[in-house]
Nanobody, 126 residues
């Protein structure tokens, strides 16, 4: 089992930046692909970004490409989401998730992620 704790959310003006962190504890971190998802009020939870076990493969939802960067530090058991050029539409609760796998994959579907954090609020004002 793994426990995930997100941090780094907050209130920022449009055009600003935030860096989210997700610290993992428990099972070996490098046995998990990691993902970031977000959920805005009244909307379903949606995929934002994912990264494979080694960090060699990443994927992003089209709306954040070129603005967000996912990365991981397996020595620190942490995955990051650097968010630049933030827009009001990015306002949501952001969740990190872990997918236990022996493969070098980057899952984009929320179905199948085994563990979830409690989320961190990101609010972008116009």
């Amino acid at each position: 089992q793994v426990q995930l704790v997100e941090s780094g959310g907050g209130l920022v003006q449009a055009g600003g930046s935030l860096r989210l962190s997700c610290a993992a504890s428990g099972r070996a971190f490098d046995t998990y692909a990691m993902g970031w998802f977000r959920q805005a009020p009244g909307k379903e939870r949606e995929f934002v970004a994912c990264i494979s076990r080694s960090g060699g493969s990443t994927s992003y939802v089209n709306s954040v490409k070129g603005r967000f960067t996912i990365s991981r530090d397996n020595a620190k058991n942490t995955v990051y989401l650097q968010m630049n050029s933030l827009k009001p539409d990015d306002t949501a609760v952001y969740y990190c998730a872990a997918w236990f796998t022996a493969l070098e994959i980057c899952p984009t579907s929320r179905d199948g992620y085994h563990y979830w954090g409690r989320g961190t609020q990101v609010t972008v004002s116009s």
